[in-house]
């Protein structure tokens, strides 16, 4: 049946973990990921779940580590944000490489330089092209479903791929919210124990991570990249029988008074629940706007993009990261690309917004869906709110 | 030997590259590197066992009698097994002899 | 003071005499593409068949991942798992780690498998240095040995910190202005010491019996234990390849490479040793990668061993264990 309690999200995130029955977990510290790892530790050496517990001595080695107990075909779990996803990232590519279904928990976190410990998503963004299913939840309930719901995904002998989950820093993993957590016989029910596809064992030896020549490379990414295009039919057939046991619906794009929607935002994250209050505010005033939320960055949900920007004049794409010297937002240069062949699309704008933890606030959204109504501004991509 | 021809298309592809059959490395005969081989002097050879040991390859094996002769699909001709030979049995020389 | 390897109470004495009775499994097959003469092949050879079936062995990226795992083909009749270049004891310990929750829980047998992390001279002393002292640190029952060829060899004989003075590498070559590595070889045996795990020890292939007695002893370590293997390229060093073994043993005859181990803080030799060390220079003089050292700068060397040989008799003659240490002040 689950519970209702009132719970910080990155302890909420933490115990959903533990609700999965994971038999290993290693993590370094980092803010804002720190709680994720602490909770960790405090459910292990309480006894509440039966693992081994790493504290490892860099992000590096955590997702080493978890590739090496993956490998013996254990259930893991790592947690990181901002440098220390960077920091991991040279095994990141490795982890989807070698098809090994380990689920990472992102407490979305502002790159250096500046140092910056605040959320937003440029952390997420250089890990675009590593091969990784990549969640976004917009609240506390979804980054509880959302870790259950990946280790189902991970493991599914279709998928075997590793999955992270973005909770935005700071602006989600330390807020207290109501959420309904669901029961260890619930979990037990949806999620069986692991079935790994090969494991690192005497009694049947195998060699993992092997050297392909130039010769045979292609054929192997190419099978990489289609098994995490094909991955979106598990992950929605796992967010149906989620929907089936649990009564909570997830999609990988969600729209929100978009049906006669003139502008609509579009979010990605946490944000996405301010703009919900600034689309209800402007359908207030008369102004037909509208909100696409994304949930699947990757594998990208081009057929649900697509059909949710049917009818649609105008795309307000807002990013919370910026590629620097080049189209400007990542999702909406993402947009921009998935519609291109379309032969009706929507004009697009681009705002940058909420970098390294700047408060974007209904106000602010109301603004943007304004200015954007003339479907063009006065440059490619606008750093909203930036003073100068 | 492998059921899949080579080179295999992408649905062919181990999943992660993995390599499902232990000391497959076997079907590649190394012994086409070499220049010279190794000759066993059976009068001089003390069936210590020494450059079976002393391999880099493993490929020496023990014949039924306790002599040691090199598997000449695998050996690459390095030469060690005659420099550490104790008693000098054992000569590197061109395949004829 | 010679002492070979006996019998504390704490760790088994495996004393194996003759190569015949060594086993007969091979668990790193031939085909592998190692050079002609490759010492670091013969050790992993050796090494496995020392540690025998019930092992996982993770591999840094280097010439001996490269080498045996040509997809879709393996040399390894072992479990085996290549991820990176920098983290092969990150990995294991991670291995270790996934094997002893599900062996508690039942979800494999209930066997002891060694988790068995290794690297070369790169992949241990440089770039892995991070991962393999977090590993040590940690406590994980694992076995870590580096090869170390003293330089990167798989990727075109680069300068590590385990070159040897003044050997000439491709990035700090015996050039017209600088005569090649400027600095003493890392001595990373002492790192592992001071990491006070309880088995610490260096081996050479071309002391087979005590290379394969001590991978065994470590493999029976409750804990982490480092076996730190010399091992000539001939391509490196560039060295005739069917004198791989013999330049083995001239390192340690020459003090250049002394063969000890350190069993709970206490050193000891393993090996009977030479009545008188040679001169460094039989060493040096058929490898290549010498070939432009002076006889000054040979002396330079010489005078350097004989008091890194002298440190560690030190250490010989007054280092003890732990467990001594507890006894003398209970009383």
Avoid at chain 1, 130 to 153: C, P, R
Avoid at chain 1, 156 to 164: F, I, K, S
Avoid at chain 1, 256 to 267: G, I, M, N, P
Avoid at chain 1, 328 to 345: F, M, N, Q, T
Wanted: proline share 6%; charged share 25%; hydrophobic share 40%.
């Amino acid at each position: 049946m689950g519970k209702r309690v009132g719970i910080e999200v990155a302890i909420a995130a933490a115990e959903a973990a533990a609700l999965c029955r994971f038999d290993m977990a290693a993590v370094y510290p980092i803010t804002p990921q720190s709680h994720v790892a602490e909770h960790l530790s405090d459910i292990v050496n309480d006894g509440r779940v039966d693992a081994t517990f790493m504290t490892v001595e860099s992000e590096h080695s955590a997702l080493s580590a978890v590739i090496g107990a993956a490998g013996t075909g254990a259930r893991v779990v790592t947690a990181t944000s901002s440098q220390g996803l960077l920091y991991m990232s040279e095994v990141m590519p490795i982890a989807s490489g070698m098809r090994l279904p380990i689920v990472m928990i992102v407490a979305n976190r502002a790159v250096s330089s500046p140092i910056n410990i605040w959320n937003d998503h440029s952390d997420i963004m250089p890990m675009r092209d590593t091969g990784w299913i990549t969640f976004f939840s917009d609240n506390g309930q979804e980054a509880v479903d959302m870790v259950i719901q990946a280790y189902k995904v991970a493991e599914n002998r279709e998928v075997l791929l590793p999955v992270n989950i973005m909770m935005d820093g700071f602006q989600l993993t330390h807020m207290v919210e109501p959420l309904i957590m669901p029961d260890q016989e619930e979990v037990d029910r949806f999620l069986p124990p692991i079935v790994p596809y090969a494991t690192l064992h005497p009694d049947k030896p195998v060699s993992m991570g092997t050297l392909a020549m130039p010769e045979i490379f292609s054929e192997a990414q190419k099978a990489k990249d289609v098994a995490l295009v094909k991955s979106i039919r598990v992950i929605k057939e796992v967010w149906k029988e989620w929907e089936a046991q649990f009564g909570r619906k997830y999609e990988p794009v969600q729209t929100y008074r978009t049906e006669d929607a003139d502008v609509a935002l579009v979010t990605m994250g946490s944000m996405g629940e301010t703009a919900e209050v600034a689309v209800d505010a402007l359908r207030r005033e008369g102004v037909k706007a509208g909100l696409i939320k994304i949930k699947l960055w990757r594998p990208f949900p081009f057929a649900d993009l697509k059909n949710a920007v049917k009818g649609i004049r105008v795309l307000a794409v807002t990013d919370r990261a910026v590629s620097f010297g080049g189209p400007g937002g990542p999702v909406c240069s993402e947009i921009r690309s998935a519609l291109y062949d379309e032969p009706a699309r929507p004009a697009i704008v681009n705002y940058i917004i909420g970098l390294g933890g700047r408060d974007v606030q209904v106000e602010d959204f109301i603004a943007m869906v304004k200015k954007a109504a003339g479907g063009k501004l006065s440059e490619p991509y606008e750093f909203y709110g930036v003073r100068g | 030997m492998s059921d899949k021809k080579w080179p295999e298309t992408w649905q062919e592809v181990n999943p992660g590259c993995m390599v499902m059959r232990p000391g497959s490395a076997s079907e590649y005969h190394t012994g086409s590197w070499r220049a010279k081989r190794p000759f066993w002097d059976k009068v001089k050879c003390i069936k210590c066992g020494l450059c079976y040991i002393y391999c880099p390859e493993g490929c020496i094996t023990e014949d039924a009698d306790g002599f040691f002769e090199a598997n000449l699909d695998y050996c690459k001709g390095c030469g060690i097994c005659a420099k550490e030979c104790w008693t000098g049995a054992i000569a590197m020389a061109n395949e004829e002899g | 003071m010679t002492t070979l390897t006996s019998s504390p109470k704490i760790i088994e004495n495996f004393d194996l005499y003759a190569p015949k009775l060594v086993s007969r499994q091979e668990f790193f097959s031939p085909g592998h593409r190692a050079c002609q003469g490759c010492a670091e092949a013969l050790a992993i050879r050796l090494m496995c068949k020392a540690l025998g079936k019930e092992t996982v062995i993770t591999n840094a990226t280097g010439c001996m991942e490269v080498i045996s795992s040509l997809y879709p083909t393996t040399a390894w009749n072992l479990p085996w798992i290549h991820v990176a270049f920098p983290n092969s004891a990150a990995v294991g310990s991670g291995v270790e780690a996934g094997l002893t929750s599900l062996r508690r829980k039942g979800r494999i047998p209930d066997k002891r498998v060694k988790s068995v992390a290794i690297g070369g001279d790169g992949g241990t002393m440089d770039i892995g240095l991070q991962a393999l002292s977090g590993a040590m640190e940690r406590g994980h029952d694992m076995l870590y040995v580096c090869f170390d060829n003293e330089a990167y060899m798989n990727t075109g004989i680069q300068r590590s910190s385990g070159t040897p003075f003044l050997a000439s590498t491709t990035t700090a070559p015996a050039g017209k202005k600088i005569p090649g590595n400027q600095v003493w070889k890392k001595n990373v045996m002492e790192i592992m010491v001071a990491h006070n795990i309880p088995y610490v020890a260096t081996a050479s292939p071309a002391y087979p019996i005590d290379f394969m007695n001590k991978v065994k002893k470590a493999r029976e370590v409750k804990g982490p234990a480092y076996i730190h293997c010399l091992v000539t390229c001939p391509t490196g060093w560039r060295s005739p390849s069917e004198t791989s073994i013999q330049l083995g043993r001239l390192a340690y005859e020459t003090g250049v490479f002394p063969i000890y181990e350190v069993e709970d803080g206490k050193y000891r030799f393993t090996l009977p040793l030479p009545v008188k060390r040679r001169p460094v220079g039989e060493y040096m003089k058929s490898q290549g990668r010498f070939r432009h050292v002076t006889p000054d700068q040979i002396k330079t060397i010489q005078e350097r061993v004989d008091i890194e040989w002298e440190a560690l008799m030190i250490k010989i003659e007054s280092s003890r264990s732990r467990a001594e240490i507890r006894e003398q002040l209970r009383k």
